[in-house]
T-cell receptor, first 111, second 116 residues
Framework: KQEVTQIPAALSVPEGENLVLNCSFT??????LQWFRQDPGKGLTSLLL?????REQTSGRLNASLDKSSGRSTLYIAASQPGDSATYLC??????????FGGGTRLMVKP | NAGVMQNPRHLVRRRGQEARLRCSPM?????VYWYRQLPEEGLKFMVY????????ESGMPKERFSAEFPKEGPSILRIQQVVRGDSAAYFC??????????????FGEGSRLTVL
């Protein structure tokens, strides 16, 4: 059974810092890995999707990497802003069409 | 092309009542997934359905919970005799084919159930 873990569970940083969120998964037989953003009381916003054959994806100040063999992904946020404050969720899609989520990292960026 | 539509967005029920949550997938999508998010937790898979078929219900509690996706109309997640522990956000996602064919699921805004 796939298990996805996100570290840290919560993070508070001053505005402008570069930061890294970590995601690990136990079964490396995945189709893709996706990072989502969730604001309090809201739905999910897809940020980046990395196919299993890819090593990284970039969108603006966000960069996500994938090391499938070691079961790890990182989400790098450059020059963080207060508007980046949210919960970030990592999810992996496996061969059973199952999308398994991590517990999330709650990010607070202070002005 | 409207996204995945869930309703109601907020639902309040008293213990013992029934809750019905509806999900209309994106146009052309025939695969629906339901997830539950308890307070301060990640999303947990509940059930995966295609039109008129339950494909995987391994995450669904054995009692009181049921799901359907009829040939016509939205997918329904039904919770009978709700208890306070059922209070959560319930998210629906859809895909046009098997998720592993397209690589992506599209999520709705969620239905937030509060049991008093």
């Amino acid at each position: 059974k796939q298990e996805v873990t996100q570290i840290p569970a919560a993070l508070s940083v001053p505005e402008g810092e570069n930061l890294v969120l970590n995601c690990s998964f136990t079964d490396s037989a995945i189709y893709n890995l996706q990072w989502f953003r969730q604001d309090p009381g809201k739905g999910l916003t897809s940020l980046l999707l990395i196919q299993s054959s890819q090593r990284e994806q970039t969108s603006g100040r966000l960069n996500a990497s994938l090391d499938k063999s070691s079961g790890r992904s990182t989400l790098y946020i450059a020059a963080s802003q207060p508007g980046d404050s949210a919960t970030y969720l990592c999810a992996v899609l496996d061969a059973g069409n199952m999308l398994t989520f991590g517990g999330g990292t709650r990010l607070m960026v202070k002005p | 092309n409207a996204g995945v539509m869930q309703n109601p967005r907020h639902l309040v029920r008293r213990r013992g009542q029934e809750a019905r949550l509806r999900c209309s997938p994106m146009k052309g999508h025939s695969h629906v997934y339901w997830y539950r998010q308890l307070p301060e937790e990640g999303l947990k898979f509940m059930v995966y359905l295609q039109k008129e078929n339950i494909i995987d219900e391994s995450g669904m509690p054995k009692e009181r919970f049921s799901a359907e996706f009829p040939k016509e109309g939205p997918s329904i997640l039904r919770i009978q005799q709700v208890v306070r522990g059922d209070s959560a956000a319930y998210f629906c996602a859809s895909s046009p084919l098997q998720a592993t064919n397209t690589g992506e699921l599209f999520f709705g805004e969620g239905s937030r159930l509060t049991v008093l």
